[in-house]
């Protein structure tokens, strides 16, 4: 059971220029979130999927666009990166909440990304 | 007004000390709570949930008080292992149906243990 992982895990990027962040988990979970955590902020939601094929807006959700076309899969795409999107980007995934699971997220080992 | 504000830290102590965090949140529909912990460079992992009864595990306790809307986490007999970045963090919920909740992550109050 790997959990969930991401990658890449380290990515320097030019202003303008795209990328996608892929995350995959093999825990069956039908919640995937995409957070972003900047110095003295703490971590902020960006977006994040309730089921295959389904897609919402967090908190910071401008400059990004997320998929889930695969139950085990939430990419997280930058159209045009900016400056202010350099940040270390962690993936969460979570089941549906029962009894003993409550609503613990489990997160992969996140990307840092550097936008110059 | 931030919606989990914790203690700026950061915190240095040395091992065998007891030390306690504090930390308050603002959306009093709030429905959990947990005391996550992050080492440097590393993703945010589960120490452990808070509940209103108080709740404990090994050296470490958390407290909740709903009606003042504050948590707290002390640990006991500190260790060096304890050194890292604890977050406070309560949720959200995202959708009217199911556990989809949003996780809000206080800012964090940094751990060091010294020998």
């Known amino acids: 059971n790997a959990g969930v992982t991401q990658t890449p895990k380290f990515r320097v990027l030019k202003t303008g220029q795209s990328m996608t962040l892929l995350c995959a988990q093999d825990?069956?979970?039908?919640?995937m979130y995409w957070y972003r955590q900047d110095p003295g902020m703490g971590l902020r939601l960006i977006h994040y999927?309730?089921?295959?094929?389904?897609?919402a807006k967090g908190e910071v959700p401008d400059g990004y666009n997320v998929s889930r076309l695969k139950k085990q899969n939430f990419l997280l795409g930058l159209e045009s990166a900016a400056p202010s999107q350099t940040s270390v980007y962690f993936c969460?995934?979570?089941?549906?909440?029962?009894?003993?699971?409550?609503?613990?997220?489990?997160f992969g080992p996140g990307t840092r990304l550097t936008v110059t | 007004r931030k919606e989990v504000e914790q203690d700026p830290g950061p915190f240095n102590v040395p091992e065998g000390a007891t030390v306690a965090f504090n930390c308050t949140y603002s959306?009093?529909?709030?429905?959990?709570f947990f005391w996550y912990r992050q080492d440097c460079r590393k993703e945010p992992k589960l120490l452990m949930s808070?509940?209103?009864s108080g709740n404990e595990d090994g050296r470490f306790t958390a407290q909740l008080n709903r009606a003042s809307q504050y948590i707290s986490l002390l640990i006991r007999d500190s260790k060096l292992s304890d050194s890292a970045t604890y977050l406070c963090?309560?949720?959200?919920?995202?959708?009217?149906?199911?556990?989809?909740?949003?996780?809000?992550f206080g800012q964090g109050t940094r751990l060091t243990i010294n020998p």
């Open positions: 969460a995934s979570s089941p549906l909440e029962d009894e003993d699971t409550g609503y613990e997220q489990y």
């Open positions: 825990m069956n979970h039908e919640y």
């Open positions: 999927s309730v089921g295959e094929g389904t897609t």
């Open positions: 959306n009093s529909a709030s429905q959990s």
């Open positions: 808070v509940y209103s």
């Open positions: 963090v309560v949720t959200a919920s995202l959708v009217v149906w199911g556990g989809a909740q949003k996780l809000v």
